[in-house]
Every structure is written in C-alpha cells, then in structure tokens.
C-alpha cells in the first residue's frame, strides 16, 4: 500500500542504514538519503536509493521525512528543513529525548510522529515505540507504522511514556549485551573455552526469549519450571534475590529514565 510512498532519511548512520536495508528488504522503492559522512556514501552505494551529501538546494517533496541524526545535530537538521513547505510531509524522528513540542516549534503545526527503536532493528527484530502530534493524519500514522514494522514490532504509547519506554527497550538491548557478558565470564572463570561459553550464553537468552514469546505461560510460571526444590537453579535464583537484584534493575531503569528525562 505505501511501497511508492518517497521516504527522506536525513541520517544514515548506524539507525538509518538499519532503517533503509528493511524499508528496501519490505519493498519500498523511493528512498531517498542524506549524510554528510563519505564512509556511510560508500557503504550504501550498492544500494537501490538516492544518496546526497547535503541538505542545501535539495528540493523536499516526499511524503515522509525521517529524522536519524543524534541529538545535537538535530537543530541544524530542523532549522533546514523549516523552509520548505512540509504541509503535506510526516516528520518521522528517531532522535532519542527530543519531544514532539521541540519539532513544533520549529516547524509549526505539521504531522510528527516520535519514536523510539532499538538496535536489533538492524535484524529485523526490533522494538519501536511511537507517538504522534494531533496533526497527523491516519494515512501518516499507517505509514509510519509500516516503516517500522519493515524492521521489527511497533507499540503506538502515549508520549508521557516515552522516557520509560527509552530506558526499557532504546537502551535495553545493552543491559541484555551486559548480562550475556557476564554469563560468559562465569563459565569462562569456570575454565569453559571462551567460544563456546558465547554460543551457551546467547543461545539461552535467545532461546527462553523466543520461548517466552511463543508459549502461553507467564512468565513466572516458564521461571518456575525450570526451578526445582533445592536444585542449582534455585541455589542461583536465591543469590539473585538476596543480591537484590530486581532492586539493582529498578535502579538502572529509574537513571535511564531520569537521563531521557533530562536530555529533553
Ligand atoms: N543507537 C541506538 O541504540 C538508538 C536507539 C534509538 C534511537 N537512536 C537515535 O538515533 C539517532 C541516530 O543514532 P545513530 O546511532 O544511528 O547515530 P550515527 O551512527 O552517528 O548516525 C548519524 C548520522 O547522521 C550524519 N549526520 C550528521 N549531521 C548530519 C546532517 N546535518 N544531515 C544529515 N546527516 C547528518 C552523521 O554523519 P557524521 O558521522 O559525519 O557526523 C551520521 O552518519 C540518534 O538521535 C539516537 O538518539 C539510537
């Protein structure tokens, strides 16, 4: 339905590349990239798309324009593209902490539509969260939500959520990277050669996570499986409580929260 819409990604860092390999992978036919960076030019330049290195005289008549550069670029992006008309264009951004008042105010009262992916996007496995201005029109809420559903799953939340959706599933997949690291570390402490105690640890955060997805049991119920009286799982689970580990968790979640807040 949207696979001739033309799509505008100023940003093609590591997001954006991950962005335009499942737009193109989806089907989408006129993508359209900006960056500066003469690596990233090189990178995409066996790629079906458009590529150019500025913004300057680029003439912006395309129905979305996705926004994926960081946080402190992101005024000069906005700035640039406040002299076109953008009355009938989806402003997209995945710039982390930026709200959707902050795109008002510099491009007036157009459609915008914040949200919040995450890096296995780049998989096709990703998390994206998204919100949008009143002023967006369902047909641009459909579209955004296709552009990103070529990458992973999308939940559409109110923007008041947006810190603690950033502190769950933006930042997420580091504390997952962290905890799988430290998996590996114990079986390679325990003398395990370093690749295969990898392979152990990612397939079973792989695994329980596909597992927890597909079964229909809680999730309190699949940890209680595998937990039997005086067993090792139980010896592990009792070092994690009394390390208040869920308190550890709640406390790291609370700071990212707190710095999303604060990058606002
Ligand atoms: N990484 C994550 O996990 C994640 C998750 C969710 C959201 N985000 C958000 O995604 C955004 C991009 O992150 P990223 O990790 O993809 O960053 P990145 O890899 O640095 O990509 C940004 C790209 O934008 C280019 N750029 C700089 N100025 C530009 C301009 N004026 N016009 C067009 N392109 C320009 C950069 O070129 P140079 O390298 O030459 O500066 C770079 O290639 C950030 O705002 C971040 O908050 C990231």
Do not use: E, P
């Given at each position: 339905m949207f696979k001739n819409k033309k799509i505008l990604l100023i940003g093609a860092g590591n997001m954006g590349q991950s962005l335009i390999r499942g737009w193109l992978k989806h089907g989408y036919k006129n993508i359209l990239a900006i960056d500066p960076n003469l690596e990233v030019k090189k990178t995409l330049s066996n790629l079906e798309i458009s590529f150019h290195e500025d913004i300057e005289h680029f003439h912006f008549d395309v129905d979305v324009i996705v926004i994926a550069v960081k946080p402190q670029v992101l005024d000069e992006v906005l700035h640039q593209i406040s002299?076109?008309?953008?009355?009938k264009t989806a402003i997209l951004s995945i710039v982390?902490?930026?709200?959707?008042k902050v795109y008002q105010e510099a491009l007036g009262d157009v459609s915008i539509v914040r949200s919040m992916p995450n890096t296995p996007s780049s998989i096709g496995n990703g998390m994206t969260a998204l919100c949008a201005s009143s002023q967006t029109s369902e047909e641009q809420v459909l579209l955004s939500q296709s552009l990103f559903e070529s990458v992973g799953k999308v939940a559409w939340v109110d923007e008041s959520m947006m810190d603690i959706v950033t502190a769950i599933s933006g930042s997420g997949p580091a504390y997952v990277f962290y905890f799988i690291e430290c998996l590996i570390s114990s079986a390679v402490k325990a003398g395990m050669k370093e690749d295969l105690a990898r392979e152990l640890a990612i397939m079973t955060v792989y695994g329980s996570a596909n597992y927890a997805l597909e079964s229909e049991k809680n999730l309190q119920e699949l940890r209680e499986r595998v937990t039997s009286p005086g067993g090792t799982t139980e010896a592990a689970l009792e070092v994690l409580t009394n390390g208040d580990f869920k308190d550890c968790i709640d406390l790291a979640i609370n700071q990212a929260k707190k710095r999303s807040e604060e990058l606002n």
């Open positions: 002299m076109q008309d953008l009355s982390a902490g930026k709200k959707i």
